[in-house]
């Protein structure tokens, strides 16, 4: 009897495995299917139109199943009514079923309206297979013109596009916009920063006097367009502002909200630039109540390592004024230019008053953009040189 009950159950899991396997009696073939790495997504005419970058598996010129010295990928672009759909039409197109369980990065245009995530983003929530990590970016000017930028640095060119926005976020000229960060905006108040990304063609002259030189021609065909960040923008409302924040103001950000790991600044000490590595060591941002007013205390302590030999105790008063000032004109500034002038919140404050004092919160749910405008910062930096 105990004998039977063992080949029963092991009948039952090799039947789950199987089913698990063939999704649900459909058989999963790689050959019907184009693995999408990046989305661009511009809106006209009341029209989404998708750029799809799906992956290549054999590269021109090569009789390898992937050539690397090749782009690898190539641009599908659809349009429909949602962003569903016009994927939907890119697989008509293609002739097979895109896969997004591979998809890294999208692309948005300004004049995209977020306002609604869970309708904007119904094709990921409704695909398991969508990593709700996936960076977010806007474009310079249109997302189709992002997507179809040839880059054949890396395997993948949605490779390209996650390391600049990664190196972007860990030197502090932008902040980082995840899928995850929009759709925890769904019925809670939308106070959204992103990277904005442009595209840098290659510039120089390559030639010496010397026409007709075989070797220069090369050196202009190998010369690619270049990905930067040039600004951060802000997103209110489902609505992109007019104003962005520079380099300066994203870090500000960073060490506001508790996500600065280092920086890299120059300093004008005794009249010669002195570079100086920054370091966090410790991070505190609460809200009080003070004389009837809300004040957000900031207290930061960061380590400068500079790249000269300082020991006097003088001398590390000086190079710790100075950061401390940089790093107050950098957190006041995105303070007063996101909070008090653009009433966006970017730094969570408002979770703070909701947690903090939940009936005035409920109370002053519909005049949210007031309360937070009004509220006073206050910072206590301290500088450790080391």
Sequence with gaps: MKKRKIQVTVILLIAA???LFSSFGRQLDIEERVLCHAMGVDYEDGEYKVSLQVFKTQGMGSDTPLDVSQSNIQTVNCSGRTIRDAIESCQYQL???????????????????FSSPEELFSFAIKDKNVFL???????????EELMNVQLTRGTMSSENFTQVIKMGVKNEITVECRL?????CIRSPQYVAMPVISIKEPQGDFS???????????????????????????IKNGTVLEEYLSHA????????????????????????????????DGHSLKLDSENGRLVC??????LAHTALDIRDEKSSDEVAGLVEKRLEEDITGVWNKAVS???????????????????????????????LSSIELKTDITCLVS
């Design 180 to 184: 995850i960060d929009l759709l925890s």
């Design 95 to 113: 002739g097979r079923e895109v896969f997004l369980g591979h998809l890294q990065i999208i692309c948005f245009s300004k004049n995209v309206d």
């Design 341 to 371: 002038e653009n009433k966006t919140d970017i730094f969570g404050v408002w979770r703070l008053f909701r947690h903090k004092y939940p009936k005035s919160y409920l109370k002053y749910a519909d005049r949210l953009d007031d309360v």
């Design 208 to 234: 010496d006097g010397k026409e007709g030189s075989a070797q220069e021609e090369k050196s202009a065909e190998q010369q690619e367009p270049l990905l930067e960040i040039k600004k951060t923008a802000l």
């Design 133 to 143: 990590g996936v960076e977010l970016c806007m474009a310079e000017n249109t997302a």
């Design 249 to 280: 103001d994203a870090s500000g950000c960073q060490w506001l909200t508790g996500k600065a790991e280092q920086y890299y600044d120059i300093i004008d000490y005794h009249g010669s630039p002195m570079d100086v590595r920054i370091t966090s």
């Design 297 to 302: 205390r900031l207290k930061l302590t960061v």
């Design 17 to 19: 495995v199987t089913l």
